[in-house]
């Protein structure tokens, strides 16, 4: 079962809860195409809309990958914290937890409480913020601006928080190279 390392923090409604997110999370947004707008749509409605423009089938396959990394690491035996390595991934920590909650509300009328396991899984939550961010102005000069710390730049989402926990290759190595301009298969 998932998030069995977070025992004493999460209870086992919850942990199934989390478990059934996850399934559910898969099989509907797991075959994304580039014709596939609808499923990028579904994604997109999960993560902060200042960025819905830049949804990609790409960016959707990397942010699955992310979504199974924080699964697998959910489902080890000895807790690992913090969960999220990476923007992306903590974004897919907190979907799962809402989703978890939606279905503990909707299918045993229960109101879920994750707060403990959030406040020792998060290395932080600032992330959220990005939630209610504002667009850009037409016309302003992204390089001129004062950027976001700790990788909340669009293009830093799947850069790791630190060096020494890497996140999955194909999440951060493929994205570099096509920061980069060098991806030559995609």
Known sequence: MIAEGWKEEIPES??????????????????????????????????????????????????????????ERLVQPERIAPVPRCTAEAFALHILIEQATAILKDVQRTDA???????????????????QAAEDPPGVDLDKRISLPNNLEFNDWFKPFDSLKPVNPFVYEDWTTEQAGINFYR
């Open 14 to 71: 919850h942990r199934i809860a989390l478990d059934i997110a996850y399934s559910d999370f898969l099989d509907a947004y797991f075959h994304i195409s580039p014709t596939d707008a609808g499923k990028i749509e579904r994604v997109a409605d999960w993560l902060p809309k200042k960025y819905v423009n830049r949804y990609s089938p790409l960016f959707c396959h990397r942010f699955i990958i992310c979504m199974s990394s924080v699964a």
């Open 113 to 131: 409480d994750y707060s403990r396991f959030v406040s020792l899984a998060f290395r932080d939550t600032e992330f959220l913020h990005l939630y």
